[in-house]
Structures are given as C-alpha cells and as structure tokens.
C-alpha cells in the first residue's frame, strides 16, 4: 500500500479540511475520521449537519453514498464465507475503494480452504494500512491544515491515485466495456444531488458486464 499512501493521506486531509471548513472541532473532525472512516459519504453529509437537516436524511444520504459496498461485499464475499457473521461484519467495514481494487486483482477468484487465510491476511495487511494512511492525512488536516495552501490542488490526489490502480486492472474486453459504460454515465449524471453519481457509475457499470459475460456465454454454446 505504500504505492498508494500519497494518495490515501491526501484524499483524507481535503476530507478533514473540508469538515473543519464546514464547522466541526478539531476533536470532533478526529472522531468523524475514526467512527465513520468513509470520506465520499462524510464529505456528502457534512452541509446538511451543518444546516441542521434531520437526522433520517443524513443517513439516508450516506447510505446512498456508501451503496457501492454492498456490490464490493457481494464480490469478495465467496473468499471469506468459511468466517463468521461477525468477523464478515468486520471484514466488510474496513474495506475500501483501493484495498478491494488490489485484491480483485491479486484474487480475482476464491482460492481453496488453504488459501483463504493467505486471502485474509492480505486483505487485513490493506485494510489495515489504508485505515493507518487515511488517520495519517486527518492527523496532518487537524494540526497543519490552515497552512496548506489550497491551490496545490491536494483534492484530486485521491482519484488519481485510484485511477492509476484501477486502469492496469482492465484486461479484457468485459472490464474495458464495463469501465467505458461507468465512465459515461459518471459524465452524463455528475450534477445528480447526494452523489449519487457514484451509485449510477458503479450499477451500469456491474450490468454492462453481466450482459457482456452473457453474451460471450452464448456465443461459447
């Protein structure tokens, strides 16, 4: 992950300048970093805490956000099904967009029982270590933020980074297809409210592929 860091930790000091800019305490910033740790879904609810909206709309609003994870668990799923409801509970928790890009790659099917301890502690090794980058850049936003000047263009970092992972990952004509269609439809809805922008991309994304794989399917009978 150490590849990855630069990105992590700027991703995470934009996020906590953010929060600190819209009006939250250095002490609270800190606790919102380790409660939540999910910087999309933060930065999208942290104007309507600061405009007092209820309660059921903050959470809604991130739960909208964060819906990709339910498709990110569905996927890796199969590699830790021998483990309990609660260690999946934790498992799933702490994944993220980066640590479930890398290991798709490294595993992109489940391995045999032996293997899936080998899985975990990689997985856990990323987790871990992105969990570790990301309170890095909090840390830095809370003491240092103010003298960070803005137009250092810290905030696209994090995507680039991302990017930069995801790209040698399309290898084949289903990723190139799925990625394209994701793409397009980032572009077509980027001004949808609660980004949910992010939802459409990755739910086009996940049925331009399926209907690829189906196709192929056919073509193969």
Known sequence: MLESSPGIIAWSLVTSIS?????????DTFWFNILVYAGSSQLAVMPLIAGDYPF?????TAL???????????????????YSFWQRMGIGGLNTD?????FIEKFPSPDNSQGSQIE??????MVLAHWFFWQIGALIAIFFGSYIPI??????AGPLALIAL?????KHKTAVISALVAACTCVLTINL????????????????AVLVDKQSQKKNI
Do not use: E, N
């Open 19 to 27: 929060l600190l800019g819209a009006g939250l305490s250095p002490v």
């Open 120 to 125: 975990l502690l990689y997985f856990m090794g």
């Open 56 to 60: 059921w709309t903050v959470w809604l």
């Open 193 to 208: 409210p609660y980004r949910l922008t992010i939802v459409c991309s990755v739910i086009t994304g996940v049925m331009a």
């Open 151 to 156: 137009s250092w263009g810290l905030g696209f």
């Open 64 to 82: 909208i956000v964060m819906s990709r994870f339910v498709i990110f668990s569905a996927v890796i799923q199969p590699h830790f099904k021998h």
């Open 98 to 102: 980066m640590s479930f890009a890398k």
């Open 166 to 170: 995801i790209i040698p990952a399309i």
